[in-house]
């Protein structure tokens, strides 16, 4: 299998994206893969082990050269300090050998950092002015032309739900609406913003919303709250990369029936990505939406973890 090798061509996923054009081949693309995965990887197969030094100037080329040899087009990159304060929660590491992370961490779904306007004010929101580009201005320089970087942006349910938790959104929703607002305006303002200053590199080729909007039978909440609150931080981030020239992707799990429509007409997504089966398969999938949206996704995880060889196989095929 190795021996046929399969290089990088980013203007082939580019087209593989686009409803309409005929891609020459299979493209791969994850919104991200587990660093555990990637250090096996490594090791396994003999390559550049310093995929996670320090130095972006040994990082860089190991990254460059296990995306190359698994067969990617291109890879996320962006700067790795910006985040927003959570309240998480840990718990022992139930995996052992190699794989183990010591302790397994989630953000609190409860009550978040963020319940009263005070919280608001005192909360040390991210300063888009301090964004650190080390990493993106390396592989300005020095990425492959025929690569492409991916950045995420507009978590903008996502860090409702996670600073506020989703049990505190929920009731803020109704028993505090001029909060939820003002975190709404303050969430959006940032997003667009980072979207702006990272659509200003040149090999960012595309621009990844990246926002968990849904479980497997609806939306986390109202499709009408989702309306009005979230898919405009996603509209102004697509009008951002297509004004830039580049194709706007979004992440977002679960049952979205109700808000397509919208996130294909009104945020004009250039493609989705994350289907499960326990939803819809993704050969119903393609029939039902894959003439107006690109469409990321191929083989469900689930189904990969539990399946045999022979039924992965036959489903690959």
């Known amino acids: ?109 409860g009550l978040g950092m963020i319940q009263t306007m005070e919280d608001f004010e005192k909360y040390p929101w991210p300063d888009p002015a301090k964004l650190d580009y080390t990493d993106l201005e390396w592989y300005e320089k020095n990425l492959p032309d025929d690569m492409a970087l991916y950045s995420l942006t507009a978590h903008q349910l996502e860090e409702l739900c996670w600073i506020m938790g989703y049990e505190g959104l929920c009731m803020a929703m109704y028993d505090q609406p001029e909060l939820v607002k003002a975190m709404v305006e303050r969430i959006q303002t940032l997003e667009t913003e980072f979207t702006r200053r990272i659509a200003q590199f040149s090999r960012v080729r595309f621009i990844w919303g990246s926002d968990d909007m849904g479980f497997k039978t609806g939306t986390m909440v109202q499709a009408d709250f989702i309306r009005k609150n979230v898919l405009p931080c996603h509209r102004k981030c697509a009008e951002i990369a297509h004004a830039a020239g580049r194709q706007y992707l979004l992440h977002a799990c679960g049952k979205l029936d109700e808000i397509m429509p919208d996130i294909i007409n009104t945020v004009k997504v250039d493609a989705k990505h994350s289907f499960e089966d326990v939803i819809r398969p993704m050969p119903e999938t393609k029939k039902l939406w894959g003439r107006k949206i690109g469409l990321i996704g191929g083989i469900d995880v689930d189904f990969l973890c539990r399946a045999d060889e022979a039924g992965i196989r036959q489903r690959v095929r």
């Open 1 to 109: 299998m190795f021996e046929n090798r399969i290089g990088p061509n980013w203007q082939g996923l580019r087209d593989a994206l686009t409803p309409g054009k005929k891609a020459g081949r299979v493209h791969f693309l994850e919104l991200f893969r587990d660093g555990e995965t990637d250090v096996a990887l490594v090791k396994h197969f003999g390559l550049d082990p310093a995929i996670n030094d320090k130095d972006i100037r040994k990082r860089g080329p190991a990254r460059i050269a296990l995306e190359r040899f698994l067969g990617y087009d291109g890879f996320r990159c962006q700067p790795a300090n910006w985040n927003y304060p959570r309240k998480g929660l840990s718990t022992a590491d139930s995996v052992a050998g190699a794989q183990t992370r010591g302790t397994r961490g989630w953000v609190d779904e």
